[in-house]
């Protein structure tokens, strides 16, 4: 159970990187983009859940206390509200995947802050759970995949800029 549990977290941190990056170099595959991402969410309602079968036992008490416990490990606070991120985490995910689902095309022109909150929040979440807090070759898969996302966002702003200097709209504006 606990393998499983950990592949599905690599699943959702893979389709995180996957579909962001997808959408960033070619918004044209939005369609793989939203699968990706859909598939991204599911993985990582199945982690979630799990994690709460193998390790808390389905106690939201237990799972608190071992949230708390692991955070005093690291950082010398006790602090258990990081399950209540892990739980937004997983709905907002779950609700934005819906979202695309619903109005397809149109989420590439969502509002630019609404996108960035969006993937701060998830960048923070996935480098908190998979590397600061994780052990092991999740923390480098999960540095790679972030490291591959902000290339990817790099050479889009890059490649933005240069087609603006040639006179050329980016698509995404208009």
Not at 62 to 73: G, N, W, Y
Request: aromatic share 14%.
């Amino acid at each position: 159970m606990e393998l499983l549990t950990r592949f599905a977290v690599w699943i959702a941190i893979a389709s995180y990187g996957g579909a962001s990056s997808a959408l960033l170099l070619s918004p044209a595959r939005w369609r793989l983009a939203r699968a990706v991402w859909v598939l991204g969410a599911a993985a990582f309602s199945a982690h979630a859940a799990l994690a709460f079968h193998a390790f808390y036992g389905w106690s939201h008490a237990t799972a608190l206390r071992e949230t708390a416990r692991q955070a005093e490990a690291l950082s010398g606070v006790a602090a258990g509200w990081g399950l209540y991120l892990n739980y937004a985490f997983g709905i907002v995910w779950i609700a934005d995947a819906a979202a695309f689902c619903r109005v397809g095309e149109r989420y590439l022109r969502r509002p630019r802050g609404v996108a960035a909150l969006l993937h701060g929040f998830f960048i923070v979440m996935i480098a908190n759970g998979a590397i600061i807090f994780a052990a092991g070759p999740v923390r480098w898969f999960a540095a790679a995949v972030l490291g591959a996302v902000a290339a990817s966002w790099w050479w889009r702003r890059r490649a933005k800029r240069c087609k603006v200097g040639r006179g050329k709209a980016d698509p995404l504006e208009s």
